[in-house]
């Protein structure tokens, strides 16, 4: 019956269909290293609408908005950080026209907070597990976050736990399945989500079928990689797919968003529903 209960936080989202959702990637945040300071924050905000509205015409069924460019990144980010986000979807809202996301990398409460400030409707973070990482240890705590969501009174607002962290490599010895299982058990994701080793590299994906198999009442998405000749094939499998990369100019991570090659990622997905 809990579980039935979470589902129905992306049901009430997305329907029956297998959700598709973009990246906004937000450019660095003033205190990071790569900060155009010359382009300052007018330049941010230029930069994330005109993703959005690429993305919007596209017909992504999603959008989430992300600090990928704060390199490096921290566990705990400066609220300057989670301020300017705050400020840039602030300025935003009014055109967004789809369901929206946040991630502040690799900061679940901070997360958690731009979501409240936002009105986002789902969160993306690395929630479980113990990973030696580049930048460090990697101990996320997914009790004190959802308890931080709950205080905030955003009891609605759905989870998605990145359960392979990307720049990282687990110290479980469990399988990624075993892993996926056990988190849903203990920490009631409302979606597992399988990632390559890096931004932009794809999940394996014996390892998306494996977690679906074990996992067949529980929303799991492909997280990082998912291109134009693969994503008929894993939306076979996965629930839903998160994308950013391949929607970029030359599909570069960091370039900005190509309308036409997003417009032909929506087209190949739409073959299919």
Same mark, same amino acid.
């Given at each position: +019956?809990?579980?039935?209960?979470?589902?129905?936080?992306?049901?009430?989202?997305?329907?029956?269909? *297998?959700?598709?959702?973009? +990246?906004?990637?937000?450019?660095?945040?003033?205190?990071?290293?790569?900060?155009?300071?010359?382009?300052?924050?007018?330049?941010?905000?230029?930069?994330?609408?005109?993703?959005?509205?690429?993305?919007?015409?596209?017909?992504?069924?999603?959008?989430?908005?992300?600090?990928?460019?704060?390199?490096?990144?921290?566990?705990?980010?400066? +609220?300057?950080?989670?301020?300017?986000?705050?400020?840039?979807?602030?300025?935003?809202?009014?055109?967004?026209?789809?369901?929206?996301?946040?991630?502040? !990398?690799?900061?679940?409460?901070?997360?958690?907070?731009?979501?409240?400030? %936002?009105?986002?409707?789902?969160?993306?973070?690395?929630?479980?597990?113990?990973?030696?990482?580049?930048?460090?240890?990697? %101990?996320?705590?997914?009790?004190?976050?959802?308890?931080?969501?709950?205080?905030?009174?955003?009891?609605?607002?759905?989870?998605?736990?990145?359960?392979?962290?990307?720049?990282?490599?687990?110290?479980?010895?469990?399988?990624?399945?075993?892993?996926?299982?056990?988190?849903?058990?203990?920490?009631?994701?409302?979606?597992? !989500?399988?990632?390559? /080793?890096? /931004?932009?590299?794809?999940?394996?994906?014996?390892?998306?079928?494996?977690? *679906?198999?074990?996992?067949?009442?529980?929303?799991?998405?492909?997280?990082?990689?998912?291109?134009?000749? /693969?994503?008929?094939?894993?939306?076979?499998?996965?629930?839903?797919?998160?994308?950013?990369?391949?929607?970029?100019?030359?599909?570069?991570?960091?370039?900005?968003?190509?309308?036409?090659?997003?417009?032909?990622?929506?087209?190949?997905?739409? +073959?299919?529903?």
């Amino acid at each position: +019956m809990e579980e039935f209960a979470l589902s129905k936080k992306l049901k009430g989202i997305f329907g029956d269909k *297998k959700p598709v959702i973009a +990246m906004v990637h937000i450019g660095a945040l003033p205190g990071a290293p790569l900060y155009d300071k010359d382009g300052g924050l007018d330049a941010l905000l230029d930069g994330a609408r005109k993703d959005l509205h690429a993305l919007q015409d596209a017909g992504f069924d999603a959008v989430m908005f992300g600090n990928e460019n704060d390199r490096p990144y921290e566990f705990k980010v400066d +609220m300057a950080s989670t301020a300017t986000m705050a400020f840039l979807i602030g300025q935003l809202r009014s055109e967004i026209k789809i369901p929206f996301g946040v991630n502040v !990398l690799w900061d679940p409460e901070s997360s958690i907070a731009l979501a409240a400030a %936002t009105g986002a409707r789902f969160v993306r973070e690395i929630f479980t597990g113990t990973y030696a990482s580049d930048m460090g240890p990697w %101990t996320p705590n997914a009790g004190k976050a959802m308890r931080y969501r709950d205080r905030l009174g955003r009891e609605d607002l759905a989870l998605l736990y990145n359960i392979s962290a990307e720049f990282a490599h687990s110290l479980d010895q469990r399988s990624v399945a075993d892993r996926a299982r056990s988190a849903v058990f203990s920490s009631i994701p409302d979606a597992v !989500l399988v990632s390559g /080793t890096i /931004t932009g590299e794809a999940a394996a994906i014996g390892d998306i079928d494996a977690v *679906k198999r074990v996992l067949p009442d529980t929303y799991v998405f492909a997280n990082t990689g998912v291109k134009h000749a /693969t994503v008929r094939d894993t939306l076979k499998i996965a629930d839903g797919v998160i994308v950013g990369s391949s929607l970029k100019v030359d599909g570069h991570t960091w370039n900005a968003v190509d309308p036409e090659r997003a417009k032909e990622f929506m087209r190949l997905v739409n +073959m299919d529903r």
